[in-house]
């Protein structure tokens, strides 16, 4: 079974307004770690966010937030307020902390900024 | 500060060479690790390095890769017999340590194989 799932290959959303990158995961390990990360066209993998398999509260960066349903194995990305510059690839990841150090990356999404 | 480095950006070589990636993480980050991204996809896990010791090479596809890390900073990832299927972008990150949990990645080697 694949570890990460990002079902929307592509996703396009109007400048200014709000869009929702899904995620799933696949894990037994009780302790992980959920990242976000961009990619733009340039190739560099940007860290956006973090979210602790034991943290009570939504992790949030500035426009991102971090929609945490455990019981859903969901780590959905929310982006508010978009800008041009968030056309990128959106890749979710997961750490197993009691497994050992790999990450798993899903498939990535491609964000277009429409203005 | 710089950030992390890799050379060369972009190596093309013929099937059956012998390849050298370098990295060169942020100074001070004990944590460093390869992938390999293939077009389309997401970056696929290779190996960790904490310090000199590499504590998980699972990612490896075979006894073709291997990557060093001998004083715990410059790593380098040598790929032996090169196949065309080895063509991708190789990225490779640095973090503080064990438990930090932002990586900082490179730009990449993209690595052609004829």
């Known amino acids: 079974a694949q570890k990460i799932t990002q079902t929307q290959p592509g996703m396009f959303v109007q400048e200014k307004e709000a869009v929702t990158l899904d995620c799933t995961y696949d894990t037994s390990d009780p302790s992980y770690g959920l990242f976000w990360y961009k990619q733009p066209s340039s190739g560099e993998m940007i860290f956006l966010i973090y979210q602790g398999s034991y943290d009570q509260q939504n992790a949030t960066e500035g426009r991102y937030s971090l929609n945490f349903q455990k019981a859903r194995k969901s780590a959905n990305l929310v982006i508010s307020a978009s800008q041009l510059g968030d056309s990128a690839m959106y890749f979710c990841a997961m750490r197993e902390y009691g497994t050992g150090n790999q990450f798993y990356f899903g498939t990535g999404t491609s964000l277009t900024v429409i203005p | 500060g710089a950030g992390v480095s890799q050379t060369p950006s972009n190596k093309v070589t013929e099937k059956g060479k012998y390849v050298e990636l370098r990295c060169d993480p942020i100074s001070g980050h004990t944590a460093l690790y390869w992938y390999r991204q293939s077009l389309g996809q997401g970056p696929e896990f290779l190996i960790y390095?904490?310090?000199?010791?590499?504590?998980?090479d699972s990612g490896l596809p075979n006894d073709r890769f291997f990557a060093v890390r001998p004083e715990g900073s410059v790593s380098t990832l040598k790929i032996q017999r090169t196949e065309r299927g080895d063509s991708a972008v190789y990225l490779c990150a640095s973090s503080r340590g064990q438990g930090g949990n932002e990586q900082f990645f490179g730009p990449g080697t993209r690595l052609t194989v004829l």
């Open positions: 390095f904490q310090g000199t010791g590499a504590a998980d």
